[in-house]
């Protein structure tokens, strides 16, 4: 049964982006404008978190069987 079912070009879009966001959260964490406490930082380390979080998501909803041709 399919709880919450993607076709298969939603899910690469899903997987795309997350990892756009990751790869962008983690570069601006490498090199940041900002040094110490900024709030640039803390925004960047959110965008890296929900990047990896959808990632993982799209990966486990497509072992999972949730996505449709």
């Not at 486990?60 to 996505?67: D, I, P, R, W, Y």
């Amino acid at each position: 049964m399919l709880l919450f079912p993607l076709t298969a070009a939603e899910w690469t879009v899903l997987l795309a982006v997350s990892i756009a966001l990751a790869a962008l959260g983690t570069e601006y964490l490498a090199r940041p404008i900002f040094a110490g406490e900024h709030w640039t930082n803390d925004l960047a380390a959110a965008v890296m978190w929900s990047g990896r979080a959808g990632v993982w998501l799209a990966l486990f909803l497509g072992v999972g069987g949730q996505v449709i041709a």
